[in-house]
């Protein structure tokens, strides 16, 4: 390993206080009174940022509650309980769920060689405390985070957790995913011309005949929305890859913990944006008391904590991958 890894509170964003962990390789920029969003991850040597940012929007405060879609600002953030509003455990959940929208106290730690910032929020609907701790080490372009999930509450909660990684997309892009199974959800439309149809991974037949491959990321010209649900993983990571570049970024998660992986890409369709959005989550479908029904879906009881790792790394020289494990090592095809 060379050089150190830094972690900086001295800057704010748009009124936001800023928490800045970089090294030689990555710059991260997090906004905790943001739902501690991660806005910016930024390749160093390249000077390439792998997260979206809207480009009509910026961060604003926001109020508990409101609309996500009309607050997307970008970068990554983290939903729970929910996604859409629904009942669950007797309360009314608010659009997203609670934790994207509220201040998250935050404490940073110097050690020899890497830098860390601990983020909590405990949410005044569903009475659970979320926690996350991201480190970075001198010499890795890895974020490595340490999630843990505890019901505070008297009752049981069923509920998704999912990661909200959004990544600056076009045509050039190209998505990777251990996965066997997907399902096109009824938002669009899709490449393919029709929703609510399931296929194997990562080719799916048109209305027309045409067999689509799903990896490959289209101009925002297309006008096209896609937002599915990847089930039967055979391995726990996702990876978008700017072929161009070569540059990319990578999620590894337990799958027993993330038992899906949900897309959402709009290539010009929506709203006239182009990004595509990772998102590893604890279960499916969009519904939680529907996927808590199927069993799809986990539940947290009274006192219950719910616990586990992920690692983001950001890679280069590739143009395909067919895999990253939990110590963020990616395998796959290099870009010539």
């Given at each position: 390993?060379?050089?150190a890894a830094t972690v900086s509170t001295d800057w704010s964003y748009r009124g936001f206080q800023a928490?800045?962990?970089?090294?030689?390789?990555?710059?991260?920029?997090?906004?905790?009174?943001?739902?501690?969003?991660?806005?910016?991850?930024?390749?160093?040597?390249?000077?390439?940022?792998?997260?979206w940012q809207h480009p009509r929007i910026a961060p604003r405060p926001i109020g508990f509650g409101a609309?996500?879609?009309?607050?997307?600002?970008?970068?990554?953030?983290?939903?729970?309980?929910?996604?859409?509003?629904?009942?669950?455990?007797?309360?009314?959940?608010?659009?997203?769920?609670?934790?994207?929208?509220?201040?998250?106290?935050?404490?940073?730690?110097?050690?020899?060689?890497?830098?860390?910032?601990?983020?909590?929020?405990?949410?005044?609907?569903?009475?659970?405390?979320?926690?996350?701790?991201?480190?970075?080490?001198?010499?890795?372009?890895?974020?490595?985070?340490?999630?843990?999930?505890?019901?505070?509450?008297?009752?049981?909660?069923?509920?998704?957790?999912?990661?909200?990684?959004?990544?600056?997309?076009?045509?050039?892009?190209?998505?990777?995913?251990?996965?066997?199974?997907?399902?096109?959800?009824?938002?669009?439309?899709?490449?393919?011309?029709?929703?609510?149809?399931?296929?194997?991974?990562?080719?799916?037949?048109?209305?027309?005949?045409?067999?689509?491959?799903?990896?490959?990321?289209?101009?925002?010209?297309?006008?096209?929305?896609?937002?599915?649900?990847?089930?039967?993983?055979?391995?726990?990571?996702?990876?978008?890859?700017?072929?161009?570049?070569?540059?990319?970024?990578?999620?590894?998660?337990?799958?027993?913990?993330?038992?899906?992986?949900?897309?959402?890409?709009?290539?010009?369709?929506?709203?006239?944006?182009?990004?595509?959005?990772?998102?590893?989550?604890?279960?499916?479908?969009?519904?939680?008391?529907?996927?808590?029904?199927?069993?799809?879906?986990?539940?947290?009881?009274?006192?219950?904590?719910?616990?586990?790792?992920?690692?983001?790394?950001?890679?280069?020289?590739?143009?395909?991958?067919?895999?990253?494990?939990?110590?963020?090592?990616?395998?796959?095809?290099?870009?010539?």
């Amino acid at each position: 390993m060379s050089g150190a890894a830094t972690v900086s509170t001295d800057w704010s964003y748009r009124g936001f206080q800023a928490v800045i962990l970089e090294n030689d390789l990555l710059k991260v920029v997090l906004l905790p009174g943001l739902g501690a969003k991660i806005w910016q991850i930024t390749h160093k040597p390249t000077g390439k940022d792998l997260l979206w940012q809207h480009p009509r929007i910026a961060p604003r405060p926001i109020g508990f509650g409101a609309s996500y879609d009309d607050h997307f600002f970008g970068g990554w953030d983290e939903l729970f309980p929910n996604d859409v509003p629904e009942t669950l455990g007797g309360e009314a959940m608010p659009d997203h769920g609670e934790i994207w929208s509220l201040p998250w106290e935050f404490e940073v730690r110097r050690d020899e060689g890497e830098a860390s910032v601990k983020l909590w929020v405990e949410t005044p609907v569903s009475a659970c405390r979320m926690e996350k701790t991201i480190r970075l080490a001198a010499g890795e372009a890895k974020l490595r985070f340490s999630h843990r999930l505890t019901n505070l509450g008297r009752v049981e909660l069923p509920y998704l957790w999912k990661l909200h990684a959004a990544v600056k997309a076009d045509e050039y892009g190209r998505i990777d995913v251990g996965a066997r199974d997907a399902y096109i959800e009824d938002f669009g439309p899709p490449r393919t011309g029709k929703t609510g149809a399931s296929y194997a991974w990562p080719f799916a037949t048109g209305e027309d005949g045409v067999r689509h491959d799903m990896r490959r990321c289209l101009p925002a010209s297309s006008g096209v929305n896609e937002f599915q649900y990847l089930t039967e993983l055979n391995g726990g990571w996702c990876a978008y890859t700017d072929t161009a570049s070569g540059v990319g970024l990578g999620l590894a998660f337990d799958p027993e913990a993330f038992r899906s992986c949900w897309l959402f890409a709009t290539y010009g369709g929506w709203r006239g944006l182009s990004t595509v959005v990772l998102e590893p989550c604890t279960g499916y479908p969009i519904s939680v008391a529907d996927g808590a029904a199927a069993g799809t879906h986990r539940t947290l009881a009274p006192g219950e904590t719910f616990a586990t790792d992920v690692t983001a790394v950001v890679y280069a020289g590739m143009k395909a991958v067919s895999g990253i494990d939990l110590e963020g090592n990616v395998e796959g095809e290099a870009k010539e």
